[in-house]
C-alpha cells in the first residue's frame, strides 16, 4: 500500500516538469521565429568568420591572390555582374581584383575580434565599478558616478581621431605590437574605455535595487560575507540584463570599427576589414555599384542580425520589459 | 526567575536625513525607534503590534543588528552585542533569525529551494549529521513541503509555499530567537491560519522566541504570550497577552483593540468604536511630552510637557499620565 501511494505521488510528480529560469527564458526564445532566424544567420556568419581559412579552402578562393587577368585596365572587372562566376562566387573587388567572398570572410574576423573584446572588456570594467558602486554607496558611488558623467560627457569620437597616430606610434614604440596589431589594440582599448560607463550605470541600477531585496538582508542575517553576498547572491541576477546589453552593443562595436577603419585611422591594407572594403567600395560606387551594395549589405545583415537577437533575448529574459 | 534571553535596552535608531531650506540643506533625523526596553524569556513569543510607520521593523531588525542602532544596549544571552563588529557578530547569527513579510522578495530567484535552504549550513560551515541534503529534506518535510521539489526554483511556488521556504532557511540552524516580520500579512486568510499555526507548532518543539510583528491583533492575541504596543517608536504599553486584551490600560491600546471586528453580529452591532482624530505626527518631528497627546482624548496639561515612563500599573507595564 506505501509502496503504491509512493509510486503515484512520484508519477504525479513527474507530470509538472520543473523549469528553471534558464529553461523558462529559453523556451520563450525559441518561440519567438524572429530572434531565432536572426540567430541562425549570427551563428552561420560567426562560424564562417571563425572557419575562413577551411571555408575558402573548400570553395576555392584566396584572399590574398591577384586575378589581373580579370580586370581591365581600369580597375573593372571584365566579367558582367562584376565579375561573378562559379570561381568567384561574389565577384572581384575592382583595382587589383582580389575574391570578394575571401575578403568579406577573412575582414570579418578582424572586425569580429575588435566587436567581442572590445564589449568583453567595457563589460568587465562596468561590472566592477557598477557593483561597487552600487553595493558600497555612499562616497564611493559619488565619485565613480562623477567619473562616469564624466566619460558619457566626453566626445569620444574626435578623442579616438585626435589621438589614433600618436597613440599607435607610442604602442609601437613599447614593442608590444607593430603595425595592424598596434591599430587594433589602440581600437579595442580606447573603444572599451569610453564605453564601459553605459555597462555600468546598469549594473549599478540593478545593484541598488537587487541590495534592498530581503534576500540580500536575509544572506546578512545568516552572517554571510560581502563577498558571498556579491558573487552569490546579486551576481546571479545580473547575468540576464548583462547579456542583454552585450548584445545589442556587438554590433554596434562591429559598425564602429568598420567606421574607423573607413576613416582610415583603424586598419590599414593590405589588411581587410569590412570598413576598408567599404571604404573602397565609395570610390567605386557610380562605375561598379555591386561590389559597395554586397560589402554595405553584408555589414547591415550581420548588425542587423545582431540586435534582433538581442532584442529577442531581451524579451525571453524580462518579460516584463517594454519595447 | 531565569534570565532572559534577549534584553532590549533603551533602544534608539535615528536615521539621518535632509530638508532643502532655500539653498541650505538642513539635516533631521527620522527618529524610528525612540529608546524601547523590553525582555524576551525563553520560548516565549512577544507580540510588537502597532500601526505602519511606527518602528516595528526598524526595531526587529535592529535588535538583529541588520540594522546598526543608534544608542541602547541589546543584551543576548547575558552577552552585549550592540557594539559588536559584523565580524565578532557571525557566529551569534547561527541562534538568531529572521523570518520576512514578503515571501516574494525573500528568496533569490536564482537560486533552487534545495540551496537557499541550504545556504545557513553553507554560511555558518555546519555539517549536519548525515549530510546537508538530507538535513535540508528534513526541514522541508517539517514545514509541510515535498522534499522531492528540492531542485525547484521559487517562482514554482505559491506565496504560502514561499513562506515556509522561509521558515525552513530560518530554523535551519535551530536558532534561539526568531524575528518574524509580519510573517503572515502578504498572505491569505486560509493560508496565514496554517503559517501561524506551523511557527506555533515548530516554536513549542524547538522552545524557540519570537518576536512576533504585526499589525493585525488577532493574529497577535492568537500566537504571543505577551504583547507590547507600539507608537511613533515608543512602546506604549507592554503586557500579557490575555490581560491586554481583557484590561487595556493605556487609551491607544483601547483605541486599537475598539478599531478589531468582532465575528458575533450582535457583539459587532455594540461595539464601540474609538475613532483617532487626525493623523500620525512626523516621526521627524514628534510632540513634546506623550507622543500620544495629538490624537488622545484624555490629554491633559502634563501630556504636552512631560514624557511618561513606561511603569506598572496592575499587572501591565503603561507610558501614560492617565491610565485606565
Known amino acids: ?323 | 526567575m531565569s534570565s532572559p534571553l534577549l534584553s532590549v535596552r533603551n533602544l534608539q535608531k535615528y536615521f539621518p536625513t535632509s530638508r532643502n531650506v532655500g539653498f541650505r540643506k538642513e539635516k533631521l533625523q527620522v527618529k524610528a525607534v525612540d529608546g524601547i526596553s523590553f525582555d524576551l524569556m525563553k520560548g516565549e513569543t512577544l507580540g510588537l503590534v502597532g500601526e505602519s510607520g511606527c518602528g516595528k521593523t526598524t526595531a526587529g531588525r535592529t535588535i538583529l543588528k541588520l540594522i546598526e542602532p543608534t544608542a541602547g544596549e541589546i543584551i543576548f544571552e547575558g552577552q552585549d552585542i550592540t557594539k559588536l563588529r559584523p565580524g565578532l557578530m557571525t557566529p551569534l547569527r547561527a541562534q538568531m533569525q529572521i523570518i520576512f513579510q514578503d515571501p516574494f522578495s525573500a528568496l533569490n530567484p536564482r537560486q533552487t529551494v534545495g540551496k537557499i535552504i541550504a545556504a545557513p549550513f553553507e554560511i555558518q560551515k555546519v555539517t549536519p549529521e548525515g549530510g546537508v541534503k538530507k538535513e535540508v529534506a528534513g526541514l522541508m518535510q517539517r514545514v509541510g513541503l515535498n522534499p522531492e521539489h528540492y531542485n525547484r526554483y521559487p517562482h514554482e511556488f505559491s506565496g504560502g509555499q514561499r513562506q515556509r521556504i522561509g521558515i525552513a532557511r530560518a530554523i535551519a540552524l535551530k536558532p534561539k530567537l526568531i524575528v518574524a516580520d509580519e510573517p503572515v500579512s502578504a498572505l491569505d486568510v486560509s493560508i496565514q491560519a496554517q503559517v501561524i499555526n506551523l511557527i506555533d507548532d515548530l516554536q513549542k518543539a524547538d522552545g524557540i522566541s519570537i518576536v512576533f510583528i504585526a499589525h493585525d491583533l488577532s493574529v497577535v492575541q492568537h500566537i504571543s504570550d505577551r504583547v507590547a504596543v507600539m507608537y511613533l517608536g515608543k512602546i506604549m504599553e507592554l503586557a500579557k497577552t490575555e490581560d491586554l486584551f481583557t484590561a487595556p490600560h493605556h487609551p491607544y491600546t483601547t483605541a486599537l483593540l475598539s478599531a478589531v471586528p468582532q465575528p458575533d453580529p450582535r457583539g459587532e452591532r455594540n461595539r464601540e468604536r474609538i475613532i483617532l482624530k487626525g493623523d500620525l505626527p512626523s516621526p521627524i518631528n514628534p510632540p513634546a511630552g506623550c507622543v500620544f497627546n495629538t490624537r488622545c482624548w484624555k490629554v491633559q496639561e502634563v501630556c504636552r510637557s512631560k514624557t511618561p515612563e513606561l511603569l506598572t500599573v496592575g499587572k501591565s507595564q503603561v507610558a501614560c499620565h492617565f491610565p485606565e
Open chain 1, 1 to 323: 500500500m506505501v509502496s503504491k501511494l509512493k509510486s503515484a505521488n512520484a508519477s504525479a510528480a513527474g507530470q509538472i516538469i520543473s523549469r528553471s529560469p534558464r529553461q523558462i527564458a529559453w523556451r520563450r526564445f525559441r518561440r519567438n521565429k524572429v530572434g531565432m532566424v536572426s540567430a541562425g544567420i549570427s551563428i552561420v556568419v560567426l562560424m564562417l568568420s571563425l572557419f575562413a581559412p577551411v571555408v575558402c579552402k573548400i570553395l576555392g578562393i584566396n584572399p590574398d591572390e591577384l586575378n589581373l587577368d580579370l580586370i581591365d585596365s581600369s580597375g573593372i572587372p571584365t566579367l558582367p555582374n562584376g565579375g561573378i562566376s562559379r570561381e568567384h562566387p561574389l565577384g572581384l573587388t575592382p583595382g587589383i581584383g582580389r575574391d570578394l567572398l575571401a575578403n568579406l570572410l577573412y575582414g570579418s574576423r578582424i572586425s569580429f575580434l575588435v566587436a567581442f573584446l572590445t564589449t568583453g572588456l567595457a563589460i568587465f570594467i562596468g561590472l566592477i565599478v557598477g557593483i561597487v558602486g552600487g553595493y558600497f554607496r555612499g562616497r564611493i558611488d559619488d565619485y565613480l558616478g562623477r567619473f562616469t558623467d564624466f566619460l558619457l560627457a566626453f566626445p569620444a569620437f574626435f578623442m579616438i581621431v585626435a589621438l589614433s597616430e600618436p597613440m599607435v606610434a607610442r604602442i609601437q614604440e613599447t614593442g608590444i605590437a607593430q603595425g595592424n596589431s598596434a591599430r587594433v589594440i589602440f581600437l579595442i582599448f580606447f573603444l572599451s574605455f569610453f564605453g564601459w560607463p553605459g555597462f555600468s550605470r546598469l549594473v549599478r541600477s540593478q545593484v541598488l535595487s537587487l541590495r534592498e531585496r530581503d534576500f540580500v538582508t536575509a544572506a546578512q542575517a545568516m552572517g554571510a560575507s560581502r563577498k558571498r553576498i556579491i558573487f552569490k547572491e546579486l551576481m546571479p541576477n545580473l547575468w540576464a540584463p548583462v547579456i542583454v546589453v552585450v548584445s545589442l552593443s556587438l554590433p554596434g562595436y562591429l559598425a564602429a570599427e568598420a567606421v574607423f577603419s573607413f576613416l582610415g585611422i583603424g586598419i590599414q591594407p593590405p589588411a581587410t576589414t569590412w570598413g576598408i572594403l567599404l571604404d573602397n567600395a565609395r570610390r567605386f560606387v557610380t562605375v561598379y555599384p555591386n561590389f559597395f551594395l554586397i560589402t554595405a549589405g553584408s555589414l547591415v545583415l550581420v548588425v542587423l542580425a545582431f540586435n534582433l537577437v538581442g532584442d529577442a533575448l531581451r524579451d525571453a529574459l524580462d518579460p516584463r520589459s517594454e519595447r
